[in-house]
């Protein structure tokens, strides 16, 4: 459950969605007479999208920057490729059975049955 501080909005949305409107507001006053009306009302918008969306999206409980730190981490930071890779107990098992049959010492452990006699007969 969030808190709801002001106009049911929460306080990282009311702090958001200010820092917004303190970086498109100037930017639309001080830009309209150079480059027009419709111009710096477009540059706004721009300007004040990616703040609105740090306040309002969430998905499966994430936050637009958690989001978007997880897009940063899988395209770029993460290999694309991962290989497996493991070494097998019993494959090097076998091949240290392998190297002591060569050099003539018995190896530990392994089948503890006792080898039936042949019949004579």
């Not at 530990?108 to 004579?120: C, D």
Request: with cysteine; aromatic share 10%.
């Amino acid at each position: 459950m969030k808190n709801k501080v002001a106009f049911n909005l929460t306080m990282r949305q009311i702090v958001c969605i200010g820092a917004g409107a303190a970086v498109g507001l100037p930017f639309y006053f001080l830009t309209r007479n150079i480059i027009g009306t419709g111009n710096a009302a477009t540059g706004m918008v721009i300007l004040m999208v990616p703040e609105f969306l740090f306040a309002m999206y969430e998905k499966d409980g994430l936050h637009f920057e958690q989001i978007l730190m997880n897009i940063i981490k899988v395209r770029f930071l993460r290999p694309a490729v991962r290989r497996y890779e493991a070494v097998s107990f019993y494959s090097a098992e076998t091949v240290r059975a392998d190297t002591k049959k060569k050099t003539g010492r018995k190896k530990k452990g392994g089948n503890s049955r006792a080898k039936k006699p042949k019949r004579q007969g």
